[in-house]
């Protein structure tokens, strides 16, 4: 799994214009308060998954983290 918080999307995002090998993030999620809309929209159209988190009582980081979990619970549950 490739994922970004938030902002980081953006940092990525300049970095990979300098080093192609540096592959798309699956996942960005967070409050979306310090990326570029544009950049949100530049990885949602080449197949990223999207993930806005507004709660304000956890970073970016614990919201990525919580994401995965939740998620990785719910295939282990339904036997993928």
Known sequence: L???ADGA???LRDAQRHMTELHDPHLIVGDF???QPDTLRHYE???TVVA???AQDRTDLQKLLGHTLVDDARRFRSGA
Do not use: I
């Open 2 to 4: 490739r994922a970004a």
């Open 9 to 11: 999307a953006d940092r």
């Open 33 to 35: 308060d310090s990326v």
């Open 45 to 47: 159209q080449k197949g």
């Open 52 to 54: 806005a988190r507004r």
